[in-house]
């Protein structure tokens, strides 16, 4: 079968490999939509935050159909669409550190799996994986309705799946991000408005939107210290502030006192822990479309050229490799 293989640091691959059998207690899945993160770059340069062995098989957001399943495996059938976790245990992260499903087939524990509703396409479902990430920011700020402004801080796939769960649960919602195609992708999903850091303060300018008051709740999904340390300034008194934006070993000044003098509430995350099933009753009810975020699609034979416009993240946002 084709597969997309990281063959070495630096090295991306379109190779003929085997096709993976399902042993008792596994599931074998035929791929219909991958997408393509920042983390598989990661892995790529040699990055992550887990050891890695080349040669390797990315995809860590997925969607597919069972093809088989092995021995003593039950919840799921041939036919069943499906979507499953990566983070499946402290050092095993599918896709990541593990073969993953940048492949025409490949094996999954059943654990890992959730049945994909019918109201969802295979790209919506390959998109589960980031919006659980921006639907757990949400619960971690302590809930959002419509009583909220929101203040997201970057447009990036994350960020903006912050903009579209905010946006569905009701709040107001203000996004900020350097690169205009992120932020007119921020208004189609229903930012109401989308601010350039790079027209002026950004403090002032969402201040200057809030009326003055700031935000009842900022999610930081940029990474970047500067927005890190913005994100105080921009919170209202006893706003909650949320951190899912990756950053390790950089720093920026930041105005620690208003913790305390606004009474701020902050938290950091990563991944999204035990949200998978409310995240999909979440997205199939609300009727909530993410595709906006897909700038892009190949089919899985172009997977190198796939993974060469991701990385054209001023021209890209979220680029999926389709099969079947």
Same mark, same amino acid.
């Not at 069943?80 to 087939?105: N, P, Q, W």
């Not at 479902?125 to 921006?134: M, N, Q, R, W």
């Given at each position: 079968?084709?597969?997309?293989?990281?063959?070495?640091?630096?090295?991306?691959?379109?190779?003929?490999?085997?096709?993976?059998?399902?042993?008792?207690?596994?599931?074998?899945?035929?791929?219909?939509?991958?997408?393509?993160?920042?983390?598989?770059?990661?892995?790529?340069?040699?990055?992550?935050?887990?050891?890695?062995?080349?040669?390797?098989?990315?995809?860590?957001?997925?969607?597919?159909?069972?093809?088989?399943?092995?021995?003593?495996?039950?919840?799921?059938?041939?036919?069943?669409?499906?979507?499953?976790?990566?983070?499946?245990?402290?050092?095993?992260?599918?896709?990541?550190?593990?073969?993953?499903?940048?492949?025409?087939?490949?094996?999954?524990?059943?654990?890992?799996?959730?049945?994909?509703?019918?109201?969802?396409?295979?790209? @919506? !479902?390959? /998109? *589960?994986?980031?919006?659980?990430?921006?639907?757990? &920011?949400?619960? #971690?700020?302590? %809930?959002?309705?419509? +009583?909220?402004?929101?203040?997201?801080?970057?447009?990036?796939?994350?960020?903006?799946?912050?903009?579209?769960?905010?946006?569905?649960?009701?709040?107001?919602?203000?996004?900020?991000?350097?690169?205009?195609?992120?932020?007119?992708?921020?208004?189609?999903?229903?930012?109401?408005?989308?601010?350039?850091?790079?027209?002026?303060?950004?403090?002032?300018?969402?201040?200057?939107?809030?009326?003055?008051?700031?935000?009842?709740?900022?999610?930081?999904?940029?990474?970047?210290?500067?927005?890190?340390?913005?994100?105080?300034?921009?919170?209202?008194? @006893? !706003?909650? /502030? *949320?951190?899912?934006?990756?950053?390790?070993?950089? &720093?920026?000044? #930041?105005?620690? %006192?208003?913790?305390? +003098?606004?009474?701020?509430?902050?938290?950091?995350?990563?991944?999204?822990?035990?949200?998978?099933?409310?995240?999909?009753?979440?997205?199939?009810?609300?009727?909530?479309?993410?595709?906006?975020?897909?700038?892009?699609?190949?089919?899985?034979?172009?997977?190198?050229?796939?993974?060469?416009?991701?990385?054209?993240?001023?021209?890209?946002?979220?680029?999926?490799?389709?099969?079947?």
């Amino acid at each position: 079968m084709k597969a997309i293989v990281f063959a070495a640091r630096h090295q991306v691959a379109l190779a003929d490999v085997a096709r993976p059998e399902p042993g008792a207690g596994e599931v074998l899945v035929r791929s219909r939509a991958i997408g393509i993160c920042h983390s598989d770059f990661e892995v790529l340069d040699g990055r992550y935050i887990l050891p890695v062995s080349f040669p390797l098989i990315p995809g860590h957001e997925w969607a597919g159909e069972v093809a088989e399943v092995g021995a003593g495996v039950t919840g799921v059938r041939p036919g069943d669409r499906v979507v499953g976790e990566c983070a499946v245990a402290a050092d095993h992260h599918f896709g990541l550190t593990s073969d993953g499903a940048a492949a025409e087939y490949f094996r999954v524990r059943p654990e890992w799996l959730h049945l994909l509703p019918d109201e969802l396409s295979w790209s @919506q !479902g390959a /998109l *589960v994986e980031p919006f659980s990430v921006a639907y757990h &920011a949400t619960r #971690a700020a302590g %809930g959002v309705d419509a +009583s909220d402004t929101a203040v997201v801080l970057g447009a990036g796939p994350i960020g903006l799946c912050c903009v579209a769960a905010t946006v569905a649960l009701g709040a107001r919602t203000i996004v900020v991000d350097p690169i205009a195609h992120r932020r007119a992708v921020a208004a189609t999903l229903g930012a109401e408005a989308a601010v350039d850091p790079g027209a002026g303060d950004v403090v002032e300018l969402v201040r200057r939107l809030t009326g003055g008051r700031g935000a009842d709740i900022v999610l930081e999904a940029s990474g970047s210290p500067t927005a890190m340390a913005n994100a105080l300034d921009v919170a209202a008194y @006893q !706003g909650r /502030l *949320v951190f899912i934006g990756i950053n390790v070993g950089a &720093a920026a000044p #930041a105005p620690m %006192g208003l913790i305390q +003098s606004r009474a701020l509430t902050m938290r950091g995350i990563i991944g999204s822990p035990d949200v998978w099933p409310a995240t999909l009753r979440f997205l199939a009810r609300s009727g909530l479309d993410l595709t906006p975020i897909v700038t892009a699609t190949y089919p899985l034979e172009s997977g190198p050229d796939a993974f060469a416009a991701a990385r054209r993240t001023d021209e890209q946002i979220k680029v999926h490799i389709l099969h079947g």
